[in-house]
């Protein structure tokens, strides 16, 4: 039963004879905005923690390519839509922390097998067969907001 859980998508697309499968994260940082046209203002108070995202972002990563291995989808991909700067931000320095290896700012790689640090609550590797580049692009900026009101898209893109 974990399996099976573990193996459900966001997304499957069945379209012109592919099959694609899509996995959608939306980590958030504090932000408030009230728009014009929105009746009701956007609140965002307790932020995702980033470590716990990034390692989420990788094990759907290989979500993907299981599907992709198993032949029961043809490509797909992981949208990651977020505010929070520090997960597209290159660190100052080199870090130690225990998702090191699950970082995904500008231009940074995820392949191969994916090591959780030592300290904190432990987590199973992740194992990736393909090699990910992370290109973040601009998505929005609230400009009535205040907070984290800069959002930014990364999609890595798996197939056969």
């Given at each position: 039963?974990?399996?099976?859980?573990?193996?459900?998508?966001?997304?499957?697309?069945?379209?012109?004879?592919?099959?694609?499968?899509?996995?959608?994260?939306?980590?958030?940082?504090s932000f408030r905005a009230e728009l014009k046209e929105e009746p009701l203002p956007f609140y965002?108070?307790?932020?995702?923690?980033?470590?716990?995202?990034?390692?989420?972002?990788?094990?759907?990563?290989?979500?993907?390519?299981?599907?992709?291995?198993?032949?029961?989808?043809?490509?797909?991909?992981?949208?990651?839509?977020?505010?929070?700067?520090?997960?597209?931000?290159?660190?100052?320095?080199?870090?130690?922390?225990?998702?090191?290896?699950?970082?995904?700012?500008?231009?940074?790689?995820?392949?191969e097998t994916l090591e959780w640090g030592p300290r904190g609550?432990?987590?199973?590797?992740?194992?990736?067969?393909?090699?990910?580049?992370?290109?973040?692009?601009?998505?929005?900026?609230?400009?009535?907001?205040?907070?984290?009101?800069?959002?930014?898209?990364?999609?890595?893109?798996?197939?056969?």
């Amino acid at each position: 039963m974990a399996e099976e859980c573990r193996r459900r998508l966001d997304l499957y697309v069945m379209l012109d004879g592919g099959r694609f499968a899509y996995e959608l994260k939306y980590p958030l940082a504090s932000f408030r905005a009230e728009l014009k046209e929105e009746p009701l203002p956007f609140y965002r108070g307790k932020p995702n923690p980033d470590d716990f995202s990034r390692y989420e972002i990788a094990e759907d990563i290989g979500r993907i390519e299981h599907f992709i291995e198993e032949g029961r989808a043809d490509a797909g991909c992981v949208v990651v839509l977020t505010n929070v700067s520090s997960l597209w931000r290159v660190p100052a320095i080199p870090t130690t922390a225990q998702d090191a290896a699950f970082r995904i700012h500008e231009e940074a790689v995820l392949s191969e097998t994916l090591e959780w640090g030592p300290r904190g609550q432990p987590k199973a590797p992740v194992r990736l067969t393909g090699s990910y580049e992370c290109r973040w692009r601009d998505y929005s900026k609230l400009e009535e907001g205040t907070g984290a009101t800069s959002f930014r898209y990364l999609i890595l893109a798996a197939s056969a």
